[in-house]
Structures are given as C-alpha cells and as structure tokens.
C-alpha cells in the first residue's frame, strides 16, 4: 500500500476540520473494508486517512418509537444484528447486515461505509432505501440529511460534499402491518457480491387485505443502487392475493439496466430481477401479516 | 463419518491402520510452524514483480534506470539476466517441459505470451518501495494479436505463439495445426465397423475453462546468494530437490553450490512442483548481496503461476442393448497455456481405464494459448475426460435403460484387462469400488423433493512411484529419529513414520520424523503423483529393516548368542534357546553405546509396484428451476485405497478431493476477457466452495490390497477428484433434464440450459 | 512518513509497537512482532487465514490498519494455549485430523474460538455458516466442521 497519513479524531468537529483540510486527498475510514482493499489495489489513491471511529455520534445505535432507529455511521454490521430492538422492528434491515461479508468482515464493516462506497450492489443501500431512511450529513457548511435513494450518484460515487462527513443513518418507525425483506442472489451461499439483489417493503391495511404503500429497491442491475418507484406504486391498493406481485415484477424488470460481466449476463440478471422481486414480496408481506 | 470395506481380510498390522495424532500438529495448531512467508531474516528485502499487461507483446524496449535511482531499491533484473538457455529436456515429475521454455516462463525476454509473464523484478528494503520502483520501470510493447482457446489457436492462419514451435508431423506425415506443440494417438482395434454393428451410438462435445489449484497459501520463497557463490532457498515448494535442479538448470550453475532449505506448504494440488519464481529472486539476491523474499499477491497466483487447463473435447460412444461398449472414438484438445506441456496425454489414457474397450480411437492435442502456462492440477488431465467420459456413459446407460451402475459394472476392467494405451492393468478395485457405491444405502435411500437428482461416476489415476530417501536413526531412550525428504502437505510425515513404527514393532509417537534439506537427506522426489505415503513411507520401511537386521545383531551379543537365535515380535526381542532373555526395544536402545554404538538405517527406492486407484462417487443435488443455483445435498465417495494406513489422513484426501471437484463442477473458471484479461483474479470471483456450500462428505474406504507394497497401499490423494464432476453433471441432469455439456455449471450456465430445453 | 506509536494488548500483554500508517495489523504482528501464526492468503478479506480476534469479535487482520490497534485487546493463534495446554479446539482439530497443509488452521480455530465464546452450542448449519469467511482447499471442511462441534460438547462437559 501506497504510504498515507493516518489520524484518529475524537470529536465531530475535528474530524469534519480533518476531512476538510485534506480536500480530495483525505478519506474517512470506518470498518476500512473496501477502502483498505481499494487503496492496496491502488484503486483509490489516499493521502489523508481520517479514522471516524473515535468520534462518539458515528457509534451510536439509539432507537425509540417516537424518533425511529438512529445508526451511527461507522457502527460495524454485528452491532447491528445483534441489538434486540431492531432484530424485533428491522428484520429487513437485519437481512442485508448479515449477508455482507463473513463474521470477520461483519466485525468492521459498517452501514455507513456500505452507503458510502455506492457500489451498485451494496446489500446494506437497499435495506435503507426500502425503510425510507435518510443519511445525516455534517460539514464545514453544516448539517444536512439526503435520502438514502439519493445518496449514491454512480459507481463508488456519492453526494458528500469535500469535508462532508455521513454521521448516521436515521430510520423511521415502521407504520403497524409493515414488513420488508431484502434478498439478494449470489452463485455460492455466501462470501459473494449480489449478482442480483432486490429489497421489498410493503405496508398493508387494517385487514391485511390489500397493500397500502410498498417499496423496492434493485442491486446490480444499474450504475447505482435502483429505487423503482413504479413497482412500488403498481402495488398500491392492491390486494395481496392478486397478481399484483407478478405486475410489481414486470415494473422492476422495465427498470433494470444491468449489463454484462463476469458475475452475470444482464438477460440473466434481468431474469433474477424477476424472480427475486415476487420472492422478497413475498416475504415483505409474511413479514407484514404476522405483525 | 467414513466406513472401511476390506475386500481381503488379513490385518495383523499394530500401527498401519491406526490413527495416530500427527507429529507436526501442535506445531500447526498454535500457529508455530514455519511457512515459506513465515521467514525473516536480517537485511532481507522484498521483491516485487512487472508483469505483462498485454496477453501477446513484443517486448521493444525495457527501461529500468529510474527504477534503480528510486532510494531504497537495490537490484533490478530483466530476462537479460537470465543465462542464455541451451534446448534441452528435463524431467520434471510430471510433465516434461523444455529448459528454454522453462526460463522463458520465468522472465519473457522478447515477447510476453500471457497477461502476468514476469518481464522484471525490483528487491527493494520496503514492500512499497519495489512497488513504487514497478511503476518506474518503462517498457515499450508492441502489442499482437492473441489466441485464446484451443479451436482459435488451431484454425488455419491463426496467429502463432511461438515462431519456432518444434512441431513433429502427425500420423501419416500430415502436419499438425498450427500452435499444436504435441500429438498424440491410441488406436486399437476396428472403430468404424464397431460402431456400425452397435445398437446405440451417442457422439457429444465438452467444453471445460482453465482452473486453479487455489491453495491457500501463495507462492513465496526466500533467497541468499552468498559471496562464495553459493546459493541457500527457503521455500515451501512441492518438492525441495526439484527446486535445486531446476534452479541449477536455468541460473546453469552446479546443483551441488544449491542449499534448499524446505518450509511448511500451504497446500499445492501439483501447483507448487515448477516454479518460476526460484532463478528470479536467486539473480537478484545476488545482485544485492543479501537475502531477498518474495511473496505473490493473490492475483499474481491466479495470473502468473500455473493452472489446470481448459479443454474442448469430442466424444463418440457406441453401445449394445446388452449393455457392453463397442467402441469409443474421442478427440481431446487441451489448453497449454503459453508454453508446452498440457496433461493431454493423461487424459487420453485414462478417461475409458475403468472399463475393457476393445476399440478405440483417441487421439489428443496439446495447444498453445496465450494463457498462463499450465501446471499439474490433482490427477492432471484426468478431471476433464473424465467429466466428458462419464457424462456420455451416463446418457448411454440411459438410452438402453440400463442403472448406471450396473451398466458400469458390466464393462468393468479387472487385472490383465488391458487400457486403451495396451497396459495390463494390475490387482486393481474397479468393480470392488463401484459395488460399495451399489450396495451403499445412500444409494437406496430415495430423494426427497423435486427438482432433486442422484449421479453417479468413477475415475482412474494411475499414480507414481519415483525416488525416495529416508534416514533413521535410534535414540538411547528407544525412539527413532525418522528423517526424510518428502515435503509435509497433508500428514505423510505421520504417514511415512507409522510404516517404521510397525517394522520396529513401537508405536509411531516413538518415531520423530523431520522433512530435511536437500544436503541432509537422499534424493527424494516431489510430493505428488499420489506417491508419498506410498514411496517415502516404503523408504521408511526399508530403512527400518535395516535398523531391525542390526538390532537383532545387537541383541545377540547382549545374548551371548547368534542373530539367527534371535527373534523380533511385537518390539521385543527374545533368544529363541533362552526365554528369560529378552529385551524391550526400548531397553536395547539404551545398551547400544555399549554393544557396537548407535544404530542408524538407510533406504533409497524407486518402487515399481505402484496400485492404481479407482474411485466412484454418488452425489445429490438440487436445483432451483427459477435461479439456476444447484445445491450439492448429500455426497459418498468410495475409493479403492489398497491399505490405508492413516484412515483419517485417507478419508480428508477423499473429502478435499470432493470438494475440489464440486468447486470445478458448479463454480470455478478462470473468465477472460477478449483481450486475455482475466477477470476474475481473486478469491471473491474465483468461487471456491465455502464450508455453507457443501455438506458432509462420506469416505467409503475399499481395501483391496496392492501386492506391490510392503502394506498393500496404493496412492490415494488424486484419483478423488476425477469422477466428481461428471456425477455431479449426471445429477444435475436427472433434476433437470438438460444434460449440461460444458463448465461450470454455474447459474446463470443452468438457466441458459433450462431456458434452452422449454424452447 | 512518521512512524506511529501504538499501544495495544495482545495475547494479555500490554504491547508498545511503531508502525508505518499504511502497515496492516496482519503486517504489524507477523513482520514487526514476529507473531506468524496469522497467515496471508488474499489480503483482500476473501480468505480468513488472517482472522484474530479484536476486542471480542473476529477481524480479517489484512483489512485493519495496524494504527487501528491503538488500545484494543487483540488475541492471535498464538494466545489460545495456555501453560496448561492447548484449548479443546486445538486438541479436537489434532484428534479429528481436522488439518492437511495447515495454512488455514489458525484462521479457523479463532474463528472457531469466536463462535464458541458467543455461542457454546452450535448447530452444524451454525458452524458452516460462522465459518463461511475462512477457506480452506484441503479438507472439503468435514473434518473442520467435526471438530468444532467435538470441542464444543467437550467445554461444557468440562464446566
Ligand atoms: C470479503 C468481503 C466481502 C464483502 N461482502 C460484501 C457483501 O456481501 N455485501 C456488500 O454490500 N458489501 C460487501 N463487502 C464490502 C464492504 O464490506 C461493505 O461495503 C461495508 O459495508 C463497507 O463498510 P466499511 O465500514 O468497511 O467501510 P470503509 O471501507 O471504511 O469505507 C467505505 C467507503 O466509505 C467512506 N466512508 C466510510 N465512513 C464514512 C463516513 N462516516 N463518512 C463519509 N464517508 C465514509 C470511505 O472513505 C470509503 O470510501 C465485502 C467486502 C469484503 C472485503
Ligand atoms: S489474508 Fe486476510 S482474509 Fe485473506
Ligand atoms: S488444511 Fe490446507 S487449506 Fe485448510
């Protein structure tokens, strides 16, 4: 790896001054699971290494009916899985930080660096953007949030502002019959980058009839993280024992713009798009009925 | 769980067959044991390696002097530095390959035959600084144009990879294709006539991509060129001596200024037999005065050391309603990577070895690609025909209705049959293997599900026999210093010390054995070919009827008594006229200082007896119809192992061998892209198999003894891997339906199949 | 660029280390502390041969900066026997011949060590799933999988 400097900031403020001075050259570091892969392979050439972890409000997990799940940014994914309250009201959150990696990367990895790093297969982005959460941003110029469905700009790019710094990730209380799930598809069990990834939420009405709102979101299928709006909205009002789940599918394949590589040719990812948009749906609704 | 089926029953053995805990373990369990990366030494550097970006580029110019000029760079060598080789052949185990291409390989001098060909090397006092020194290194290339796979390398006007290729003309005096650097044939008896007169006639083509061995640990290895010129090695390599020769042959210096000092290795599967990397980093250690390392990157392993090839093979089988093959006809084209030397030949002659075939054309060709040069992987060749012979035995077996075991079992080779190749085949446990499959209840058990199916195969190796040393010395307290020359890849330093332990009638924690450097023990071959146990362990064997011969003179002067009064049972020694006088083993060895000195034995064979393995397999499967994903649910694996001799160290070579296979079936491949990148260079895109990925693996061990060793054993680490993947193909086809002709059989390769077969 | 000084305990002992910033933990403990026993199979966090265990939870020691050690409590292959000798799973791997070539035997008893800490019961899906990070080429993950499930029925026999 090439040399760098390292510097571990305690407080907000002085890691938003370091991240500042360091201009385009300076990085912030969280669980350091892609940057440090990406510097080594000399993808990502890094003068100024800005440690966040030290740094109180990027570690907190806090959590109340009123203000929903707040997730520090460098909170590291087995944190995450591990805190009751969110096992009990984040199962699709849960889903995503418990796929990325192994137990060793899920010891560093972080929601805030998943988001970060805007690969178009972050498994943990979809979680978040299907949950309608926003990032809390702080910087030279202040605070600001960006909804998570915005945040990722295009491959490993994001909408920080230089000296901007993700602090959390704020999680709205899910209504009552909500469920969401995310899946994704890899060719081994596990250690792998989706192929396809598809996250769903739905929430249904008193009954548990029909659907009053749903949310999907697709990974690697575009340069970004995909946000379909409209398979979302197609399952609106809509019972849940109709084929409304098959048109949400259609929807989703129409949005996806995968192409071809290594991983997988886009006629098959188009096909996975398919298939795992009815298979999270599903879940999404199980999930919502058993509320 | 495993179970043993012995065939003959006669085990009066104490030690063999036993499972003892291995002497090097608590060495390897707390993180102790000396891997070839695991070495420091004082002023070392590091060393860092150019390789060509291109698949096919003439080298114009290299610059290196602001390489040089960089603080902290101390050598920097080029191809130029490498001698001038003379063409000449060296045997290199398996394999033979040219001393020229061999130093090509090692640094391209004029072109670059594949992305990753070493073009130079830097040592520098820090890891970044060599990497810093790459980049400082100017080379103008003239880029040309590659050939990719065996039908593109072959077809008339392709461009050609070598401009002075030795080629020898085919049969009949017709020249080969171009880039076609061997030919080979076996033709016995009448195959048109036998395949007019069959009642079935199936003909199919294969593809298989090239594949890596994946060993865990990369290559690595430590070198001191000292001022009086001679040269010391650390490595962990498969095979120390060759090492030395090798290195000797390219740097032509003599083998005896050559010190290689063996390490613990981290796996090798025939990947670590040639290596490239030994004259490279000996040249700059010599040019910087002091000892240098130099360890690969995970990409440079996948793109700079030797995989297994890919293959397009062609495959025609004639059967009757009876069940018996008439003919066979197969042509088998193998990548070579950029230099000579595919395992072609093995799989010609293995692929039909199972079964008697009294006509048969095979004919196969070894061609050169612009690829990594490829190297032994596991039964090297074998996998591959294997995959596409047994894949097209299945569909026969099914188009006359037959249970593909029996159809196996009614053209069985047993002893004296002979090969395609016009070998005899010895005592060998064909049919014993694919009865313990037959009669398995895995087999009987029914599947639970749809979208489930059931394979089966089985495979031949041959395995070797080579060179090996060993040395024993006894110790006053009764125990045994064992040394030898066989690098430790899987617990043969266990395997090899039971073999004396049982002559010497002690047990094999007595035994100490030590794996030496090249100026400490005899020749010892590499480890591979299936050998080790078998030949190193029958060295041990040797020497140790050598120390018992002495003991027992040793005992008869304690006696006051002839040798030939003098009886060894049980590590006891007794005079056969006086009962009273008998000495433990261990009391002997503590009046040896009195009664002629200490007792050293020593053996060096070549064994001739070598058994070869069959092994047959049967797999479950389950494929999701909608995602292509095919899930391995439930594996036996039967082996023909001879004798085993550590049970435990038997069945993991089984179960490592299954795994292997499972990974090439479902997963692995080596992806390029048209310009001969490969994609995919690092674990996360080279899929192995995850613990989450398989399930259980049961070792059914078939004991059918090989009369060609002391033990019976026969060699048991490579025959494993060969019927894996077609059982797994046949599986995949009776959930399926869709006989899948090429691998991977990867998920998005499932759906295309699927979708294909509904149209 | 300067040295970093760091201050970490491992093994139990409080340790003082220079490093490079841009020296990994797996670098800092094999070239700068000697302690070898945490291999380098990809250095790109697909293997687990480098796995240690970081204040509690297992880390791939390529992806952590060896600055990054400043105050955590680190335990590598080397701190898992004691004078009394080996942990259960040290002596489960060698009794189940749970080992071949060995290079990815330290990855897999800290990782092993990390599940039973967390969890002293597993199931084998359990097992199979914890250990999905650390590859190993040699076994087909059998053995492996035996003897964590072993080692684990003999501590709570043993407590
Ligand atoms: C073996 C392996 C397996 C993996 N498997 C998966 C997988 O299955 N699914 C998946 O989605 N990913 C996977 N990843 C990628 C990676 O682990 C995840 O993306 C992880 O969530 C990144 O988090 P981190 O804390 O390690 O980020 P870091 O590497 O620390 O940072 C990532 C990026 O975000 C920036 N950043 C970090 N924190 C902040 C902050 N607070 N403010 C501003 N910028 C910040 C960094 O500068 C960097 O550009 C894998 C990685 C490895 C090595
Ligand atoms: S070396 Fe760290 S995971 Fe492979
Ligand atoms: S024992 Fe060799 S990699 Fe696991």
Same mark, same amino acid.
């Given at each position: 790896?090439?040399?760098?400097?390292?510097?571990?900031?305690?407080?907000?403020?002085?890691?938003?001054?370091?991240?500042?001075?360091?201009?385009?050259?300076?990085?912030?570091?969280?669980?350091?699971?892609?940057?440090?892969?990406?510097?080594?392979?000399?993808?990502?050439?890094?003068?100024?290494?800005?440690?966040?972890?030290?740094?109180?409000?990027?570690?907190?997990?806090?959590?109340?009916?009123?203000?929903?799940?707040?997730?520090?940014?460098?909170?590291?994914?087995?944190?995450?899985?591990?805190?009751?309250?969110?096992?009990?009201?984040?199962?699709?959150?849960?889903?995503?930080?418990?796929?990325?990696?192994?137990?060793?990367?899920?010891?560093?990895?972080?929601?805030?660096?998943?988001?970060?790093?805007?690969?178009?297969?972050?498994?943990?982005?979809?979680?978040?953007?299907?949950?309608?959460?926003?990032?809390?941003?702080?910087?030279?110029?202040?605070?600001?949030?960006?909804?998570?469905?915005?945040?990722?700009?295009?491959?490993?790019?994001?909408?920080?502002?230089?000296?901007?710094?993700?602090?959390?990730?704020?999680?709205?209380?899910?209504?009552?019959?909500?469920?969401?799930?995310?899946?994704?598809?890899?060719?081994?069990?596990?250690?792998?980058?989706?192929?396809?990834?598809?996250?769903?939420?739905?929430?249904?009405?008193?009954?548990?009839?029909?659907?009053?709102?749903?949310?999907?979101?697709?990974?690697?299928?575009?340069?970004?993280?995909?946000?379909?709006?409209?398979?979302?909205?197609?399952?609106?009002?809509?019972?849940?024992?109709?084929?409304?789940?098959?048109?949400?599918?259609?929807?989703?394949?129409?949005?996806?713009?995968?192409?071809?590589?290594?991983?997988?040719?886009?006629?098959?990812?188009?096909?996975?798009?398919?298939?795992?948009?009815?298979?999270?749906?599903?879940?999404?609704?199980?999930?919502?009925?058993?509320? | 769980?495993?179970?043993?089926?012995?065939?003959?029953?006669?085990?009066?053995?104490?030690?063999?067959?036993?499972?003892?805990?291995?002497?090097?373990?608590?060495?390897?369990?707390?993180? !102790?044991?000396?891997?070839?990366?695991?070495?420091?030494?004082?002023?070392?550097?590091?060393?860092?390696?150019?390789?060509?970006?291109?698949?096919?580029?003439?080298?114009?110019?290299?610059?290196?002097?602001?390489?040089?000029?960089?603080?902290?760079?101390?050598?920097?060598?080029?191809?130029?530095?490498?001698? +001038?080789?003379?063409?000449?052949?060296?045997?290199?185990?398996?394999?033979?390959?040219?001393?020229?291409?061999?130093?090509?390989?090692?640094?391209?001098?004029?072109?670059?035959?594949?992305?990753?060909?070493?073009?130079?090397?830097?040592?520098?006092?820090?890891?970044?600084?060599?990497?810093?020194?790459?980049?400082?290194?100017?080379?103008?290339?003239?880029?040309?144009?590659?050939?990719?796979?065996?039908?593109?390398?072959?077809?008339?006007?392709?461009?050609?990879?070598?401009?002075?290729?030795?080629?020898?003309?085919?049969?009949?005096?017709?020249?080969?294709?171009?880039?076609?650097?061997?030919?080979? !044939?076996?033709?016995?008896?009448?195959?048109?006539?036998?395949?007019?007169?069959?009642?079935?006639?199936?003909?199919?083509?294969?593809?298989?991509?090239?594949?890596?061995?994946?060993?865990?640990?990369?290559?690595?290895?430590?070198?001191?060129?000292?001022?009086?010129?001679?040269?010391?090695?650390?490595?962990?390599?498969?095979?120390?001596?060759?090492?030395?020769?090798?290195?000797?042959?390219?740097?032509?210096?003599?083998?005896?200024?050559?010190?290689?000092?063996?390490?613990?290795?981290?796996?090798?599967?025939?990947?670590?037999?040639?290596?490239?990397?030994?004259?490279?980093?000996?040249?700059?250690?010599?040019?910087?005065?002091?000892?240098?390392?130099?360890?690969?990157?995970?990409?440079?392993?996948? +793109?700079?050391?030797?995989?297994?090839?890919?293959?397009?093979?062609?495959?025609?089988?004639?059967?009757?309603?009876?069940?018996?093959?008439?003919?066979?006809?197969?042509?088998?084209?193998?990548?070579?990577?950029?230099?000579?030397?595919?395992?072609?030949?093995?799989?010609?002659?293995?692929?039909?070895?199972?079964?008697?075939?009294?006509?048969?054309?095979?004919?196969?060709?070894?061609?050169?690609?612009?690829?990594?040069?490829?190297?032994?992987?596991?039964?090297?060749?074998?996998?591959?025909?294997?995959?596409?012979?047994?894949?097209?035995?299945?569909?026969?077996?099914?188009?006359?209705?037959?249970?593909?075991?029996?159809?196996?079992?009614?053209?069985?080779?047993? +002893?004296?049959?002979?090969?395609?190749?016009?070998?005899?085949?010895?005592?060998?446990?064909?049919?014993?293997?694919?009865?313990?499959?037959?009669?398995?209840?895995?087999?009987?058990?029914?599947?639970?599900?749809?979208?489930?199916? !059931?394979?089966?195969?089985?495979?031949?190796?041959?395995?070797?026999?080579?060179?090996?040393?060993?040395?024993?010395?006894?110790?006053?307290?009764?125990?045994?210093?064992?040394?030898?020359?066989?690098?430790?890849?899987?617990?043969?330093?266990?395997?090899?010390?039971?073999?004396?332990?049982?002559?010497?009638?002690?047990?094999?924690?007595?035994?100490?054995?030590?794996?030496?450097?090249?100026?400490?023990?005899?020749?010892?071959?590499?480890?591979?070919?299936?050998?080790?146990?078998?030949?190193?362990?029958?060295?041990?064997?040797?020497?140790?009827?050598?120390?018992?011969?002495?003991?027992?003179?040793?005992?008869?002067?304690?006696?006051?008594?002839?040798?030939?009064?003098?009886?060894?049972?049980?590590?006891?020694?007794?005079?056969?006229?006086?009962?009273?006088?008998?000495?433990?083993?261990?009391?002997?060895?503590?009046?040896?200082?009195?009664?002629?000195?200490?007792?050293?034995?020593?053996?060096?064979?070549?064994?001739?007896?070598?058994?070869?393995?069959?092994?047959?397999?049967?797999?479950?499967?389950?494929?999701?119809?909608?995602?292509?994903?095919?899930?391995?649910?439930?594996?036996?694996?039967?082996?023909?192992?001879?004798?085993?001799?550590?049970?435990?160290?038997?069945?993991?070579?089984?179960?490592?061998?299954?795994?292997?296979?499972?990974?090439?079936?479902?997963? +692995?491949?080596?992806?390029?892209?048209?310009?001969?990148?490969?994609?995919?260079?690092?674990?996360?895109?080279? !899929?192995?198999?995850?613990?989450?990925?398989?399930?259980?693996?049961?070792?059914?061990?078939?004991?059918?003894?090989?009369?060609?060793?002391?033990?019976?054993?026969?060699?048991?680490?490579?025959?494993?891997?060969?019927?894996?993947?077609?059982?797994?193909?046949?599986?995949?086809?009776?959930?399926?339906?869709?006989?899948?002709?090429?691998?991977?059989?990867?998920?998005?390769?499932?759906?295309?199949?699927?979708?294909?077969?509904?149209? | 660029?300067?040295?970093?000084?760091?201050?970490?305990? $491992?093994?139990?002992?409080?340790?003082? $280390?220079?490093?490079?910033?841009?020296?990994?933990?797996?670098?800092?403990?094999?070239?700068?502390?000697?302690?070898?026993?945490?291999?380098?199979?990809?250095?790109?966090?697909?293997?687990?041969?480098?796995?240690?265990?970081?204040?509690?939870?297992?880390?791939?020691?390529?992806?952590?900066?060896?600055?990054?050690?400043?105050?955590?409590?680190?335990?590598?292959?080397?701190?898992?026997?004691?004078?009394?000798?080996?942990?259960?799973?040290?002596?489960?791997?060698?009794?189940?011949?749970?080992?071949?070539?060995? $290079?990815?035997?330290?990855?897999?008893?800290?990782?092993?060590?990390?599940?039973?800490?967390?969890?002293?019961?597993?199931?084998?899906?359990?097992?199979?799933?914890?250990?999905?990070?650390?590859?190993?080429?040699?076994?087909?993950?059998?053995? $492996?999988?035996?003897?964590?499930?072993?080692?684990?029925?003999?501590?709570?026999?043993?407590?």
């Amino acid at each position: 790896m090439k040399p760098f400097e390292y510097v571990k900031p305690n407080t907000l403020a002085e890691a938003i001054s370091a991240l500042d001075a360091g201009g385009e050259d300076a990085r912030a570091l969280s669980g350091g699971t892609d940057l440090i892969v990406q510097m080594r392979a000399g993808r990502n050439v890094v003068g100024n290494v800005i440690d966040v972890k030290g740094v109180t409000e990027t570690n907190v997990i806090s959590h109340s009916k009123k203000d929903g799940l707040t997730i520090g940014s460098s909170v590291p994914c087995y944190r995450i899985y591990n805190d009751e309250g969110i096992k009990k009201t984040y199962a699709g959150l849960v889903d995503s930080v418990s796929i990325i990696g192994g137990t060793g990367i899920q010891g560093r990895a972080s929601l805030g660096g998943n988001l970060c790093n805007a690969a178009p297969s972050g498994d943990g982005i979809q979680s978040l953007i299907i949950l309608g959460a926003v990032a809390n941003v702080e910087g030279p110029n202040g605070a600001r949030q960006i909804a998570t469905e915005d945040f990722c700009t295009a491959p490993g790019q994001n909408a920080l502002n230089p000296g901007e710094l993700l602090v959390s990730l704020s999680v709205p209380e899910p209504e009552s019959n909500a469920g969401a799930h995310y899946l994704r598809f890899i060719p081994r069990n596990e250690m792998d980058i989706a192929v396809v990834g598809v996250g769903a939420s739905v929430v249904l009405d008193a009954e548990k009839k029909s659907i009053v709102s749903a949310r999907i979101s697709l990974a690697s299928v575009a340069p970004t993280p995909l946000f379909v709006e409209a398979a979302g909205d197609a399952l609106k009002g809509t019972e849940i024992a109709s084929d409304s789940v098959e048109k949400a599918a259609i929807f989703a394949q129409e949005a996806a713009r995968p192409i071809d590589d290594m991983r997988g040719t886009a006629d098959y990812r188009l096909h996975l798009v398919g298939v795992l948009t009815k298979r999270a749906l599903k879940v999404a609704i199980e999930r919502a009925e058993n509320q | 769980m495993a179970t043993t089926t012995t065939v003959e029953q006669k085990t009066t053995e104490k030690v063999i067959g036993t499972r003892p805990i291995r002497h090097d373990g608590v060495d390897k369990v707390t993180g !102790r044991a000396i891997y070839g990366a695991d070495i420091n030494l004082p002023k070392m550097l590091h060393v860092k390696i150019l390789r060509s970006p291109h698949a096919h580029a003439r080298i114009v110019s290299i610059d290196t002097k602001q390489a040089l000029d960089i603080p902290g760079v101390k050598a920097v060598i080029t191809g130029e530095d490498l001698p +001038e080789p003379p063409s000449q052949m060296q045997n290199l185990g398996e394999g033979a390959a040219n001393l020229r291409f061999l130093s090509d390989n090692a640094m391209a001098r004029t072109k670059a035959l594949y992305k990753g060909h070493a073009v130079a090397a830097v040592a520098a006092t820090e890891l970044y600084i060599a990497e810093e020194a790459l980049s400082a290194i100017k080379v103008t290339w003239e880029i040309l144009p590659a050939v990719l796979d065996t039908e593109s390398a072959m077809a008339e006007g392709a461009p050609l990879v070598h401009d002075d290729l030795p080629q020898r003309p085919m049969e009949g005096d017709q020249a080969p294709p171009p880039n076609v650097a061997r030919y080979f !044939r076996f033709n016995i008896g009448d195959t048109q006539q036998a395949f007019e007169e069959s009642d079935t006639v199936v003909e199919r083509e294969f593809r298989t991509q090239m594949v890596h061995q994946g060993y865990i640990e990369p290559q690595t290895a430590t070198a001191l060129w000292k001022e009086d010129e001679s040269l010391t090695i650390w490595c962990s390599s498969q095979g120390h001596f060759n090492v030395r020769d090798q290195t000797s042959n390219i740097l032509q210096i003599p083998v005896s200024s050559i010190k290689v000092i063996p390490l613990e290795i981290g796996g090798g599967f025939g990947g670590k037999i040639g290596s490239t990397i030994y004259p490279v980093i000996s040249l700059l250690s010599k040019k910087a005065g002091v000892p240098v390392k130099y360890s690969m990157t995970r990409a440079e392993v996948f +793109e700079g050391t030797g995989p297994g090839s890919g293959t397009h093979m062609r495959v025609k089988i004639g059967a009757m309603k009876t069940g018996k093959i008439t003919a066979v006809d197969v042509s088998l084209s193998y990548e070579a990577g950029a230099y000579p030397g595919s395992s072609v030949a093995s799989g010609c002659q293995n692929m039909f070895s199972p079964y008697v075939i009294e006509n048969a054309f095979i004919e196969g060709f070894d061609v050169i690609v612009n690829k990594p040069k490829t190297a032994a992987y596991r039964a090297p060749g074998t996998p591959q025909a294997a995959y596409a012979g047994e894949s097209i035995i299945d569909e026969v077996a099914e188009s006359i209705g037959m249970d593909p075991i029996d159809f196996r079992l009614l053209n069985v080779a047993e +002893e004296d049959d002979s090969r395609v190749d016009g070998t005899k085949h010895r005592v060998i446990g064909a049919k014993e293997t694919l009865e313990a499959i037959k009669n398995h209840p895995h087999y009987k058990s029914p599947l639970n599900g749809p979208n489930q199916g !059931r394979g089966v195969a089985i495979g031949y190796w041959g395995n070797a026999g080579m060179t090996s040393s060993c040395s024993l010395i006894v110790n006053g307290d009764g125990t045994v210093n064992l040394v030898e020359g066989s690098v430790d890849i899987g617990g043969t330093r266990t395997a090899i010390a039971m073999h004396a332990a049982e002559v010497l009638g002690i047990p094999a924690e007595d035994i100490h054995p030590v794996v030496a450097d090249t100026e400490s023990v005899g020749m010892t071959s590499i480890t591979a070919g299936s050998r080790t146990a078998f030949a190193s362990g029958w060295a041990a064997y040797e020497a140790a009827q050598g120390v018992l011969k002495e003991l027992i003179e040793r005992a008869a002067t304690v006696f006051e008594t002839t040798p030939d009064q003098v009886v060894h049972e049980d590590g006891t020694f007794r005079s056969v006229s006086d009962n009273d006088k008998k000495l433990t083993f261990k009391e002997l060895a503590g009046r040896l200082q009195r009664v002629g000195g200490p007792v050293i034995g020593q053996a060096t064979i070549t064994p001739r007896g070598v058994g070869t393995a069959f092994g047959a397999d049967i797999v479950d499967v389950e494929v999701d119809p909608e995602t292509g994903k095919v899930q391995v649910l439930r594996v036996t694996a039967a082996q023909d192992v001879g004798r085993a001799i550590h049970p435990s160290y038997v069945e993991g070579q089984i179960q490592g061998g299954v795994a292997q296979g499972i990974g090439w079936a479902l997963n +692995e491949e080596y992806v390029f892209n048209d310009e001969g990148v490969m994609q995919n260079p690092g674990f996360l895109d080279y !899929r192995m198999p995850t613990s989450l990925d398989l399930p259980m693996i049961e070792a059914v061990l078939v004991e059918k003894r090989n009369p060609g060793h002391p033990y019976g054993a026969r060699g048991v680490g490579e025959v494993p891997i060969v019927p894996v993947m077609a059982s797994v193909a046949n599986a995949v086809y009776r959930a399926t339906g869709v006989r899948y002709q090429a691998l991977p059989m990867s998920p998005g390769n499932i759906i295309a199949g699927l979708t294909q077969k509904d149209h | 660029m300067a040295k970093l000084h760091v201050e970490t305990t $491992i093994n139990g002992e409080s340790t003082e $280390i220079l490093v490079d910033p841009q020296q990994s933990l797996l670098e800092t403990l094999r070239d700068g502390l000697m302690l070898t026993g945490a291999k380098e199979g990809c250095n790109d966090g697909n293997c687990g041969a480098c796995t240690v265990i970081m204040d509690g939870r297992t880390v791939n020691s390529c992806l952590v900066l060896g600055a990054e050690a400043q105050d955590a409590d680190i335990t590598t292959i080397e701190g898992l026997a004691t004078p009394r000798g080996l942990h259960p799973l040290q002596q489960a791997f060698l009794e189940n011949a749970a080992l071949q070539c060995g $290079i990815c035997t330290p990855g897999f008893l800290i990782s092993s060590k990390s599940l039973l800490d967390s969890n002293p019961n597993p199931s084998e899906e359990e097992v199979r799933f914890w250990l999905a990070g650390n590859l190993c080429r040699c076994t087909g993950y059998d053995k $492996i999988v035996r003897a964590v499930l072993d080692a684990a029925k003999e501590m709570k026999a043993g407590n």
